[in-house]
């Protein structure tokens, strides 16, 4: 696609949790718990609420539409201000540190006077219904083109256990909302700015790791198409692709108005009731539903069913809006007979209802309530199709398609929350903040000043165990050790099963420092750490794991290994070295340097191919030649 041509513009909207010790309107710590751990639980209805204006939000009015009884997980961790049973406290100051140390990173300006609002939500994600967030900064720069509108600090969202049920250990961590301009043109570019927002944020240090603790929204429009926002991208790798079947899902829905108008479309106001016509049928959906209405689309014949994204067609669109009347569906003519309805009743219900052949109808069973409120939403989907694309607020699904969530919120969502009281950001505390490293100018230095290759640099940069590193070089311990240690060998503990959030920094230091002071070898390091994670002292882990050997029992114990092999080192020659390494090894437990070891193992496996070679003699040949009785050679 020429995303030029079809005038893509695009800006992001990034949520990143602040790892601070309590959360943004209590004392609460920032902890996230096991469901199984929860204290009580209770129950919610929420409602919209008109904002001053006397307005309802557009998408509240959406969410209103199926009154849904909402479920909550209170913890010994949580308190009445996440029940809504409390007046908040004064805004987070170590929060509103890390947000405007994010703000002067991309050199931005300071409100005179950070006040609090509150951001109508009644989706469930908050026990209020609704977030409360302030406005901190404004107007920052992109490198490379771009700017930053304005920083957000808010608090998080409960955290969904299934449809109506949420744990309310995440609900009021803060987290920053970083807003950019529309001014990205191509997925690539989209991709770019998200990975350099994401960058400087983990720069400071002071940000949560992890699945979850930053979601990218993606604000998405084409020519002739219209705005619509994609929530809660988490994986960088995929944003290219939600801008790419975004785009197309635009060009798709505009392609078919175009069609619809080229054939006179329209939309009905009434739904017609078929229920009669569906006493035998048997499709078990149509069998057991109270009401069954026919909505015929005049002219939708074809589109109903035609795809606008892997996996969707406009006919999802249509079952998206259904839903909210609280439907498991719909069914229409474009894509049966099936699903236990026959060819002769579809024939029956165009009969029934009149349709052409050009016309699309649309089938939606439930109770009779939620059927014509579904029907309803259908005729409102339908008639946007003649519009071309809506505004709207729309998930991403797994691999980069997206459905319909609600429509775009409007000025009316927001108001003043009368429970907190406004900060001042004056000049002496913005000139207080101190500006951390980027991490790319950390991984140029850690491969310019500590030698370490570019890749594995800008690894440990990245890495969360960044400050755990600065912290091993800072004592000492060698920079090849400690990113080895960390980038690998704590990756292959977590994954063999050992519970390596159970060892302290602390013991990661030691075990690396035992094997600088030479008690231990390297090699002795993920049984040192496994054990220590299973609660052994360090000091009986070196004893156990590591026994110390000297160089003339080492000398000792290869050359009986080499001799005990004798046939196998002939046969082999030097590619015995790498078998042999590994019987050493086993035997001195990680005692001794690996490096040492195969020193050793050389030079009696050498003697033991040719014991009559002087090692001394220019014509000896190492590793990699095999020697045989004849006195010949093979390279």
């Given at each position: 696609m020429d995303y030029e041509a079809r005038g893509l513009k695009a800006g992001i909207e990034i949520h990143q949790q602040l790892n601070t010790r309590e959360k943004l309107f209590c004392g609460c710590p920032t902890t996230l718990r096991k469901f199984e751990e929860r204290t009580g639980e209770f129950y919610r209805y929420l409602r919209a609420t008109e904002s001053e204006m006397g307005e309802i939000d557009r998408a509240a009015k959406e969410e209103m539409k199926h009154l849904r009884r909402f479920t909550y997980y209170a913890y010994d961790t949580t308190c009445l201000v996440e029940n809504d049973e409390e007046p908040p406290s004064p805004l987070n100051p170590e929060a509103l540190e890390i947000s405007l140390t994010i703000a002067r990173m991309f050199g931005m300006t300071p409100i005179e006077q950070c006040h609090t609002m509150r951001k109508l939500v009644i989706d469930g994600s908050n026990t209020s219904g609704f977030q409360r967030t302030a406005l901190v900064a404004v107007r920052g720069e992109i490198p490379g083109g771009g700017t930053i509108e304005t920083i957000c600090l808010e608090e998080e969202a409960a955290q969904r256990v299934q449809e109506n049920t949420f744990s309310l250990d995440r609900l009021g961590i803060p987290l920053v909302e970083i807003t950019t301009s529309p001014c990205m043109h191509t997925p690539e570019e989209v991709a770019r700015v998200a990975g350099y927002l994401g960058m400087v944020l983990r720069s400071t240090g002071r940000v949560k790791r992890g699945l979850g603790t930053i979601r990218q929204d993606i604000n998405i429009s084409i020519r002739e198409g219209a705005?619509?926002?994609?929530?809660?991208?988490?994986?960088?790798?995929?944003?290219?692709?939600?801008?790419?079947?975004?785009?197309?899902?635009?060009?798709?829905?505009?392609?078919?108005?175009?069609?619809?108008?080229?054939?006179?479309?329209?939309?009905?106001?009434?739904?017609?009731?078929?229920?009669?016509?569906?006493?035998?049928?048997?499709?078990?959906?149509?069998?057991?539903?109270?009401?069954?209405?026919?909505?015929?689309?005049?002219?939708?014949a074809g589109l109903v069913g035609r795809e606008i994204q892997p996996g969707r067609r406009l006919g999802s669109e249509f079952a998206d809006y259904a839903k909210k009347c609280g439907v498991g569906g719909i069914f229409h003519t474009d894509e049966l007979p099936a699903y236990g309805v026959t060819g002769d009743e579809v024939e029956e219900i165009r009969r029934f209802t009149k349709a052409g052949p050009d016309d699309c109808v649309v089938l939606v069973a439930a109770s009779g309530t939620k059927a014509a409120c579904a029907a309803s939403q259908?005729?409102?989907?339908?008639?946007?199709?003649?519009?071309?694309?809506?505004?709207?607020?729309?998930?991403?699904?797994?691999?980069?398609?997206?459905?319909?969530?609600?429509?775009?919120?409007?000025?009316?969502?927001?108001?003043?929350?009368?429970?907190?009281?406004?900060?001042?950001?004056?000049?002496?505390?913005?000139?207080?903040?101190?500006?951390?490293?980027?991490?790319?100018?950390?991984?140029?230095?850690?491969?310019?000043?500590?030698?370490?290759?570019?890749?594995?640099?800008?690894?440990?940069?990245?890495?969360?165990?960044?400050?755990?590193?600065?912290?091993?070089?800072?004592?000492?311990?060698?920079?090849?050790?400690?990113?080895r240690t960390l980038l690998s060998t704590m990756k292959e503990l977590s994954r063999d099963g050992v519970p390596v959030e159970a060892i302290g920094d602390g013991a990661v230091i030691a075990v690396m420092k035992s094997v600088e002071e030479g008690r231990a070898a390297k090699e002795a390091v993920p049984g040192l750490l496994g054990s220590v994670a299973g609660g052994t002292p360090l000091e009986d882990a070196v004893a156990a794991c590591a026994p110390a050997i000297g160089a003339g029992d080492l000398e000792a114990l290869i050359q009986g290994i080499v001799r005990d092999r004798s046939e196998f080192v002939a046969q082999k020659g030097m590619a015995a070295l790498g078998p042999l390494m590994g019987v050493v090894m086993a035997e001195v437990r990680g005692s001794v340097d690996g490096k040492l070891v195969s020193e050793l193992l050389r030079k009696e496996i050498a003697k033991a191919c040719r014991p009559d070679l002087d090692r001394k003699n220019p014509f000896f040949i190492g590793q990699g030649t095999k020697f045989y009785e004849n006195g010949g050679l093979n390279n």
């Open positions: 705005r619509v926002e994609i929530k809660g991208v988490q994986e960088l790798d995929l944003i290219a692709e939600v801008v790419r079947r975004e785009a197309a899902r635009q060009v798709a829905l505009l392609e078919i108005r175009e069609t619809l108008r080229e054939r006179g479309a329209e939309v009905p106001e009434e739904p017609v009731d078929v229920t009669a016509l569906f006493k035998e049928t048997r499709s078990s959906i149509l069998k057991k539903a109270a009401c069954i209405l026919a909505v015929v689309l005049p002219g939708f259908v005729v409102e989907r339908a008639g946007m199709a003649l519009q071309g694309v809506p505004e709207e607020t729309r998930r991403m699904l797994e691999g980069g398609s997206t459905a319909y969530m609600r429509p775009l919120p409007g000025a009316a969502r927001m108001y003043p929350e009368t429970d907190v009281l406004p900060v001042s950001i004056g000049s002496d505390l913005w000139e207080f903040i101190e500006l951390p490293e980027l991490l790319t100018e950390r991984a140029k230095r850690y491969s310019e000043e500590l030698g370490l290759d570019a890749g594995v640099a800008r690894q440990i940069a990245y890495s969360e165990h960044v400050q755990l590193f600065d912290r091993a070089i800072s004592e000492g311990i060698s920079p090849g050790l400690a990113s």
